[in-house]
């Protein structure tokens, strides 16, 4: 079974502070995305990486950056969050094995802005 | 560009009633096609696949979906709901040059 373990899994940041949100896989999956859910608009992409160095922009990637260290390792950066960041925010991995791509999700991280 | 659309925000269906969700997709290419379910407080599962061969495909806990190129369209099926199903739908499109990409989800609520 893959597995993708998000940290932390609740986090209250202030406006203007620096949040890092971090993503660990243990199945050695080349790539690896992050998403924010918001009502009404489903999960949308913020970054990915087809392995460790590359990072990708999404849909809607400014205010974030992403890295991308190891094959197992994925994090998300907030330099400086703000309020319309607070959401929760989705880690996955992908695996192609023979057909299209499976992803396997994170329980996900709430955050708060204040 | 590719992109989504799942026109129903909610949908309300009793025990035991048959079960349509509704996907439309835009992508000039192959797509590949997936419903994923959403249970409370927790994360995604994957339920289903398309990406080849019968359009009708099965999945999980008796979900089916069906492919159509020519109405651009994944629908997800089920001929008998339970309580249990409720849950979020996400239908998310993904092809071998871009990331996937998820419509805004379905929420089905089952009527004992």
């Known amino acids: 079974e893959a597995a993708v373990t998000q940290s932390p899994r609740n986090k209250v940041a202030v406006t203007g502070g620096k949040v890092t949100l971090s993503c660990n896989q243990t199945?050695?999956?080349?790539?690896m995305y992050w998403y924010r859910q918001d009502t009404g608009h489903g999960l949308r992409l913020i970054h990915y990486s087809y392995g460790a160095g590359s990072t990708e922009k999404g849909d809607i990637p400014d205010g974030y950056k992403a890295s991308r260290p190891s094959q197992e390792n994925f994090s998300l950066i907030l330099e400086l969050a703000t309020p319309s960041q607070t959401s929760v925010y989705f880690c996955?991995?992908?695996?192609?094995?023979?057909?299209?791509?499976?992803?396997?999700f994170g329980s996900g991280t709430r955050l708060t802005v204040l | 560009a590719q992109s989504v659309t799942q026109p129903d925000a909610r949908v309300t269906v009793s025990e035991g009633a048959s079960l349509q969700l509704r996907c439309k997709y835009s992508y000039s290419g192959t797509p590949y096609l997936f419903w994923y379910v959403q249970y409370p407080r927790q994360g995604l599962q994957l339920l289903l696949k398309y990406y080849s061969g019968d359009p009708v495909v099965q999945g999980v806990n008796g979900f089916e979906a069906e492919f159509s190129k020519s109405n651009s369209s994944f629908h997800l099926r089920k001929a008998s709901v339970h309580w249990s199903d409720s849950a979020v739908y996400f239908c998310v499109l993904s092809n071998n040059n871009n990331a996937p990409r998820f419509g805004a989800g379905t929420k089905l609520s089952v009527k004992p």
């Open positions: 199945n050695n999956h080349n790539n």
């Open positions: 996955a991995s992908g695996d192609w094995g023979a057909s299209a791509e499976t992803l396997y």
